[in-house]
Nanobody, 122 residues
């Protein structure tokens, strides 16, 4: 079972990036994106429920980032528009196999991808 995150890079403020998280070995019921900037704790960015596509986004990215999924490819995406320097971080995809409970915290997930660096210059 593996989560493979990709799509990070170096961009300028106002640019867009799309991150991908491909799951192999199984389909998970819940997926999340988190990010961690240097010296800071890992923070929630977005969440999607596989069964019905329900989504949630943190207030700091709402209206700029969109989480989505492709059932056929067993892949979750994070479309990031209007990027800001404060979005600079390592972005991680996460997944879990159980349905109940919170989805805002890293401990709510039991599988993690390797992280992809996003750097936004001003």
């Amino acid at each position: 079972v593996q989560l493979q995150a990709s799509g990070g890079g170096l961009v300028q403020a106002g640019d867009s990036l799309r991150l991908s998280c491909a799951a192999s070995g199984r389909t998970f019921s819940r997926y999340g994106w988190f990010r961690q900037a240097p010296g800071k704790e890992r923070e929630f960015v977005a969440y999607i429920r596989w069964s019905d596509g329900y989504t949630d986004h943190s207030e700091s990215v709402k209206g700029r980032f969109t989480i989505s999924k492709d059932n056929a490819k067993n892949t979750v995406f994070l479309q990031m528009n209007s990027l800001k320097p404060e979005d600079t971080a390592v972005y991680y995809c996460a997944a879990r196999t159980y349905s109940r409970g919170s989805y805002y915290y890293p401990e709510d997930y039991n599988y993690w991808g390797q992280g992809t660096q996003v750097t936004v210059s001003s």
